[in-house]
Structures are given as structure tokens and as C-alpha cells.
């Protein structure tokens, strides 16, 4: 009874959970693509793009998808054969308790109309994964603790997940062997099964059972002459056969009976079975009803992560389906890390300490922005500087086991902070190019707008009242900032020029327009001229120090060794650095 009730409240909670869980899908949004689309919008998009994909030759797609990278894992065994091996006997053993046991009301007793968990081949595949989950926890925590090279820090869902499974399958073991060499429970067994026994079949029964089966039965110790076995082999037979297989099969309990059998009576009296039934139906209950709540939930996004990536694309799908797309792939992040072994700017980690620079510690900041939780100008800065870090490469989105489209991902959550009005200086450094190459998914009247905010936060740092007026919060004052350029011998250099324009004819953005001056303002010799000058008003309002492109063709034929390239990246950082990132 109590059972029963307890594995009902689970599943009320498991299925209230998930349909809160599917409901968030169409309810948040994390990119540019959602905004404007209801609810009711999202869902009726959804239902046509799963119609006509089943209709389609798609169809074909997801098949080999959930064979090869659901059920096979052929992305994680390709990419770290390890991992996959680890996978497997978590994410298999796993699956097989779940569907097999635990909700064994509800699939294997349906399945199979005989079925009891003492059967075979029930009682074998029970400890079969137990025992695999159990060697995929040690591997897992061998990988994160003892392999060398970067590892994803454990937070506190990985730490809930690998706690909670390994409560689960050792009590279930312990219990198993517990229950095998438990007196208590023969007895128990002895009174519900057998119909008006008297004690001569109770001895045989019992003789046989602590001869084959290795219970413990008080004063009852073997040898046993044959013809007690015998008889004992006829009652089980006629009473146990059909729902008690040897426990031998079990064989991770039988294990363990072994080692408790010496001292089975004071165990048993001390109610060693009763405690570990109680933990492990109670960890197995709050394990499955949070698993809608907890990092488990991948076991259900990320094979629907991966079957949805391979049969949509952004160009052609519906813009509501993308924007539910990526909600489920922020549940299907398993926090492996390999995107981040593969990062082209990880290593920037060691001198920015934001763990969002790192694409896998991104996606709990991501999750914390698509649900409208109401962060702080700094949280969102801190987020903004690790996407806007990202140079686009995408070498994290191909190793991504369960199929996330990390760079779109970036992509849309960028677009999406932008327009809270924050200003961003790499919005107008080289890093924007994916930006600009990707311009038409983005509404027009929006595009310009960050950019335009950028400049100005940037320009009104600058301005000839601020520069006369040493005093003010940001100023450094003409004298100051002169200093600060001349501080270095690579800034100091801007004295040695004199006007050949050299550089700016050898610049690649200059000679991209008919009429440089007019679109990035003072050429690159001129800004060195203005440096001269002090004239940082019309330095810093001058595209040409943000167009650059860090190319170097300038300093590398400048015939007076001017270090013109490095003079503009002091100057774009002095720049950067009085940004004041609070106001708009």
C-alpha cells in the first residue's frame, strides 16, 4: 500500500513537472526568433513542422538519428571513446531499471502477464544494470578527478545526479542481499505462500532453500540427507518455482549475501532490510519525481535535441520553431564539457575569470535569461562579455553530442541583449563580423540601433569639456591620456610619423571605399597626426579606430616603424575602459 502510494505521488509530480517542463518550451525564448510569437503560435508551428516531417522523407532522418546517435551514441563515441563507454552504462543501465523495474506496474507487468522481479530473466537484468550504472558512476568520477586536461567544475546538479544514482543502485544491491539471507523474510515468504503447511514441509522447504537458494534460517544448519532436499525440491517446486528464480542470478546481491550471511540473524534484528527498503524506494521515488527538476531531464531533451537538429535549418524553418529549438537544447546541455575543450578563446579564462566565456558554462546563465528571472545590468554584462568573446569559429557545435547549435545559439542571445540597451564595445571590433554576416536575420530597424549606442557612449567620454576637466569621474585629462600613450614604447612611436601615408594606402578598409574619409573618418595616418595634437575628440569619434582589423599590413610597411597597429588597440582599450556600461 504504501508503495503503491508513493510511486503514485511520483508520478503525479514526474508528469505535473514535465508538462511544466514541454510548457516552457513554447513559453520562453532565449533569441531574437520568439519575440512577438505566442504561445498558442509556437505550438500550432510545432505541430505543423512535426506533421509534414512525419509526411516527408525526413522521417527517414530521424530514424537513423534515434538508432545511431540516441541509442548508439555515435557523436560521443566518435569524439571520446571513454566518455561513450562511460555513457553507455550509465545512460543503458539506467534507462533499462527505469522501464523495466521501476515502472514496472506500468510496461514490464503489461508487457509480460507472469511477470515477478525474483524471475528471470528480470532478476539478472536488474543487477545487470545496476552494476553498469554503478561502473559508469566510477568512470565518471575517474574522468572528471584523475584524467588529465580542462574538466567542467561539478556543480550542484552533476553532484545531485551522481549522489542520487549511486543511493539508488547500492541500496537496491545492499537490499537485494540483505532480503536473500534475511530470516525474517523466508518466514514471511513461508506463511504467504504455503497453503496449511505442516512443519515437516516447512523443514524441507526450508533445508532446500539454505541448501540451493543460501537463506538463513535460525537452528536449521547441513548437511541435508537427499530425501529432505528432495522433498523440499517438490513443495518449492509447487508453491516458489513460479515466482522465486535462484538468487544466483542475481548475482551483485548474491555477492553481497555471501559477505552477510555470517552475521544475517543480528542484521535482521536490528532491521537491516526494513532500512535499506525504505531507502532505496525513497531515494527511487524522489529520483523520479524530480527528474522533470534536475540535470536527469536530458534523458528526454537531448535524444529530442538531436532527432529536431537533424531535420530543421535555420533558413528554412519557421522562426517560432527555432526559438522552441533552442529552449529544448538548453535542457539537453548534459554539462559534458568537450564544446569547451574545443573553444578557440577558452584559454582567455585565465586572465578574464567569467566562466562564460566557457561555451558549457554558458548555458546556465543562458537558462537563467530565457526564463525572465530578473538579473542585474552587471549579471548581463557578465553574460554579454562571454558571448560577445566568442569569435564565431564554430568548432564547439559539431562535437556537441547531443546536436546543439551552439553558434546560433550565441548567435540570438547576443541579438537579444543587445537591444536592452547596453552598449557594447566589440560590437565594433573585428569579433561582429559574424554579426555582419548574418545581418539579414535580424530585423533592420534593429540592427543599427547598438551600433549607434556604442559610438555613443564611446564619443561622450570624450568630450572637450570632459577632457579640460581632469576632476570628473572618467576624465584623465589631455595631459593624462598624452601620458598614458607615451607610456609605452609601441604607443610612443606615433612621434616618428611624418605623413607619408604609407599605412592608410596599404590598409584594406581604407581602400574598400571610393570615399574612405567620409565613412571611417580620420585615415590611419591621420590619427597619428592627431595623437600628436591631442585632438582625442576626433580620435575616438573615427570609425577607422573600430573598422580595423587588426591586420598589421600598416605597421608592417611603415618606413619609419611606427607600431601604428598596436597604437590603435591602447587606443581602442583606454577607450573601452571609460565605457560607463550602467547607463545607456
Known amino acids: 500500500m504504501l508503495y503503491s502510494l508513493s510511486l503514485y505521488i511520483s508520478l503525479t509530480i514526474f508528469f505535473l513537472g514535465l508538462l511544466y517542463k514541454v510548457s516552457t518550451w513554447f513559453r520562453y525564448s532565449i533569441g531574437i526568433e520568439g519575440s512577438g510569437i505566442s504561445t498558442s503560435g509556437r505550438l500550432l ?74 524471475l528471470n530473466p528480470f532478476l539478472f537484468l536488474r543487477d545487470f544494470g545496476a552494476l553498469a550504472v554503478i561502473l559508469g558512476l566510477f568512470l565518471a568520477m575517474f574522468r572528471r578527478h584523475f584524467r588529465k586536461g580542462w574538466r567542467p567544475a561539478t556543480n550542484a546538479m552533476d553532484l545531485y545526479a551522481l549522489l542520487i544514482l549511486a543511493i539508488i543502485m547500492t541500496s537496491g544491491i545492499l537490499l537485494e542481499g540483505a532480503k536473500t539471507v534475511s530470516p525474517s523474510a523466508f518466514q514471511g515468504m513461508v506463511q504467504e505462500y504455503l497453503t496449511q503447511p505442516d512443519e515437516e514441509e516447512i523443514r524441507a522447504l526450508s533445508s532446500y532453500w539454505v541448501e540451493e537458494y543460501g537463506a538463513v534460517v535460525p537452528h536449521l544448519k547441513g548437511p541435508f540427507d ?25 548475482f551483485a546481491g548474491y555477492a ?59 533558413s528554412t524553418s519557421a522562426p517560432a520553431n527555432i526559438a522552441t529549438k533552442q529552449i529544448i537544447e538548453l535542457d539537453a546541455c548534459t554539462h559534458c564539457g568537450t564544446c569547451t575543450l574545443r573553444c578557440s578563446v577558452a584559454v582567455v579564462f585565465g586572465e578574464i575569470p567569467n566562466v562564460n566565456i566557457l561555451p558549457s558554462e554558458k548555458i546556465a546563465s543562458l537558462k537563467a535569461l530565457a526564463s525572465g528571472r530578473n538579473l542585474s545590468s552587471d549579471q548581463i ?47 565594433l571590433s573585428p569579433l561582429s563580423l559574424y554579426r555582419g554576416l548574418t545581418r539579414e536575420l535580424i530585423d533592420q530597424t534593429q540592427y543599427r540601433i547598438p551600433l549607434d549606442l556604442t559610438k555613443k557612449a564611446l564619443t561622450s567620454c570624450y568630450s572637450q569639456t570632459e577632457e579640460r576637466n581632469p576632476s570628473l569621474p572618467h576624465g584623465l585629462g589631455e595631459q593624462a591620456l598624452f601620458s598614458t600613450l607615451k607610456a609605452s614604447i609601441q604607443a610612443n612611436s606615433f ?34 597626426h592627431a595623437i600628436a595634437l591631442r585632438q582625442w575628440d576626433m580620435i575616438f569619434e573615427s570609425m577607422m579606430l573600430w573598422y580595423c582589423l587588426g591586420c598589421y599590413q600598416c605597421q608592417e610597411n611603415c618606413p619609419q616603424k611606427v607600431q601604428i597597429a598596436d597604437i590603435l588597440y591602447e587606443l581602442k582599450n583606454v577607450a573601452v575602459s571609460r565605457i560607463d556600461k550602467k547607463s545607456p
Not at 611624418?498 to 580620420?522: A, E, F, I, M, Q
Request: charged share 15%; proline share 5%.
Open 226 to 250: 537427499s530425501k529432505t532436499l528432495e522433498e523440499g525440491r517438490k513443495i518449492h517446486e509447487i508453491n516458489c518455482m513460479q515466482c522465486h528464480s535462484n538468487p544466483k542470478w542475481g
Open 381 to 427: 554584462q557578465i553574460i554579454q562579455q562571454g558571448l560577445f568573446l566568442c569569435t564565431n569559429c564554430n568548432r564547439c557545435t559539431p562535437v556537441c553530442p547531443v546536436g546543439i547549435e551552439l553558434r546560433d545559439l550565441w548567435a540570438s542571445t547576443r541579438e537579444r541583449l543587445l537591444q536592452k540597451s547596453l552598449p557594447e564595445s566589440m560590437l
Open 45 to 118: 508551428a510545432a505541430a505543423h513542422g512535426i506533421v509534414t516531417t512525419l509526411l516527408s522523407r525526413k522521417i527517414l532522418t530521424l530514424f537513423r538519428v534515434f538508432i545511431l546517435d540516441v541509442l548508439l551514441q555515435a557523436r560521443t563515441f566518435r569524439e571520446d571513446f571513454y566518455r561513450w563507454l562511460m555513457h553507455m552504462f550509465i545512460y543503458g543501465g539506467f534507462m533499462l531499471l527505469l522501464l523495466m523495474h521501476a515502472l514496472s506496474k506500468f510496461t514490464t507487468a503489461v508487457l509480460f502477464s507472469d511477470y515477478y522481479s525474483t
Open 495 to 528: 612621434s616618428l610619423c611624418y605623413g607619408c601615408t604609407t599605412c592608410s594606402n596599404s590598409c584594406p578598409v581604407v581602400r574598400n571605399y571610393g570615399k574612405p574619409g567620409d565613412v571611417v573618418g580620420l585615415m590611419p595616418h591621420q590619427l597619428m
Open 256 to 314: 553481497v549475501s555471501r559477505i552477510m550471511k555470517p552475521v544475517a540473524e543480528e542484521l535482521d534484528q536490528a532491521g537491516l532490510p526494513s532500512l535499506l527498503w525504505h531507502m532505496h524506494f525513497l531515494a527511487s521515488f524522489i529520483g523520479l519525481a524530480l527528474i522533470p527538476f534536475s540535470k536527469m531531464f536530458h534523458i528526454f531533451a537531448s535524444p529530442l535535441s538531436l532527432m529536431v537538429n537533424a531535420v530543421m535549418d535555420r
